[in-house]
């Protein structure tokens, strides 16, 4: 196996030429036989007790070629890879095999993409505007306020309409045309007005209505929504059971008591006031950071090849996929529950997908540019930082994840933190 021929045909792309010497591919033709031998049937032999040789005079010379180009092709491709010393991204494309036989071997040709040049613009001295990390008096009573919305309850109304913020508790069946369309019923449904988790319009309507009152809702489903229902007119005929208040707890010594670990309201303010500018400064913080990168990316010039934004994305839906499952939810199935394709679904992560591999691309070519390394200390403190994050051992977060992979998330994280500390605040 070996490279005949590398070219550079386009930017990111280059055209070799691979070869498989004339035994190695009739070895594989060899393994693909015993592969297979026990399910070949021959007339005048038990089955899988036909011999290569008849198997090919029965079916020609090449009935095992295909699968033993299977075996031989990664290999094969690797090593003219690795022997042209290209940094390939995505898979290899526009495979033509002009010459695949026991006598001569195997000849291909095809396409590879590569990692993208970099052509690195200005990413020291940056300016970026540092977002406020005051906790203000009114962000301590909103956390308050969200305090008591938790630990509220709902007290039935009888003397009045549903107003924004009860809870309604209503039958409705909705219907297009005159015709009930499937997941359009509920029964004792207990709908907080003003959620927003009924269709557009839905719940204004409700509002004004009694217990007991039977009334219709008027909605246009969106765009976006299911295919069978998009865009389409529907009537929901409804009747409301019965109507629930939020009745909020004092805002007093005993309810700090009761939500918290402090005996007095004013500890708990000052506890709050605390804990929301810390999480100010570490938004703002992130914020500042990822501005930095913006422009870092901005001031680069590269030219990215389009599988590198689509393997990106893939590994985003795949980890979102992961996280539904962990739920006991298919990713199919959640998709129905949104009324969106895959090929939806994907556009929703794309941009996420390109951003994050210019932004890597860029500090990769900063990883190289300042010869920044990671030491054994550093991989070290990493894998510590791992254990106690995911609550392992050391040894198997070794185990697990490659050191290479550790060392390059720490000068990854060094490139950053140069863009950072050298930058300006606006």
């Known amino acids: 196996m070996a490279l005949k021929s590398s070219n550079k045909v386009d930017t990111n792309t280059y055209e070799i030429e691979v070869t498989v010497d004339a035994q190695t591919f009739a070895d594989a033709c060899k393994s693909a036989y015993m592969k297979q031998r026990k399910s070949i049937q021959i007339p005048g032999f038990r089955k899988g007790k036909a011999t290569q040789g008849m198997v090919e005079k029965v079916y020609g010379e090449g009935a095992f070629y295909e699968e033993a180009l299977e075996i031989v092709y990664p290999n094969a491709v690797q090593s003219a890879i690795d022997e042209a010393e290209l940094k390939v991204v995505g898979q290899p494309f526009d495979l033509d095999v002009p010459v695949m036989s026991k006598a001569e071997g195997v000849e291909m040709k095809m396409k590879v993409t590569t990692y993208p040049e970099v052509k690195l613009g200005e990413y020291k001295g940056l300016e970026a505007k540092m977002l406020d990390t005051e906790a203000t008096d009114d962000d301590v009573a909103e956390e308050l306020k969200n305090m008591q919305d938790r630990n509220s309850r709902l007290v039935t109304v009888e003397d009045r309409a549903a107003e924004m913020g009860d809870t309604a508790e209503i039958d409705f069946e909705g219907f297009v045309d005159g015709v009930a369309f499937e997941g359009g019923k509920g029964e004792n449904y207990p709908l907080e007005l003003g959620s927003g988790s009924f269709i557009p319009g839905f719940e204004e309507q409700v509002v004004g209505h009694k217990s007991e009152e039977e009334f219709d809702v008027n909605v246009t489903f969106p765009e976006e929504y ?17 109507i629930k208040s939020k009745e909020l707890p004092e805002l007093d010594d005993d309810f700090a ?12 303010k000052a506890d709050l006031k605390k804990q929301i500018a810390d999480r100010k400064t570490a938004s703002a913080n992130t914020d500042f950071e990822n501005q930095l990168l913006e422009q870092v990316c901005d001031n680069m010039e590269v030219e990215i090849p389009e599988c590198m934004f689509d393997q990106k994305c893939d590994e985003m839906i795949q980890d979102y996929a992961y ?3 962990m739920q006991g939810i298919d990713l199919n199935t959640y998709l129905g529950y949104l009324g969106q394709t895959q090929e939806q679904f994907k556009a929703q992560f794309m941009d996420g997908a390109k951003q994050q591999v210019k932004t890597q691309i860029a500090l990769d070519a900063i990883v190289e540019a300042e010869k ?9 403190a990493e894998i ?8 392992m051992e050391a040894d198997k977060i070794k185990a697990a994840v490659p050191q290479d992979q550790i060392a390059k998330d720490v000068t990854t994280k060094k490139a950053v933190d140069l863009i950072v500390n050298s930058a300006k605040k606006a």
């Open 372 to 380: 920044l390394e990671a030491t054994e200390d550093e991989i070290n």
């Open 323 to 325: 996280r539904l499952q």
């Open 257 to 268: 008591k009761d939500v918290s670990e402090f005996d007095t309201l004013d500890e708990l």
């Open 384 to 391: 510590d930082k791992l254990a106690a994050q995911y609550d």
């Open 226 to 242: 299911s295919e069978e229902l998009a865009g389409k007119d529907a009537v929901f005929k409804c009747k409301i059971h019965e």
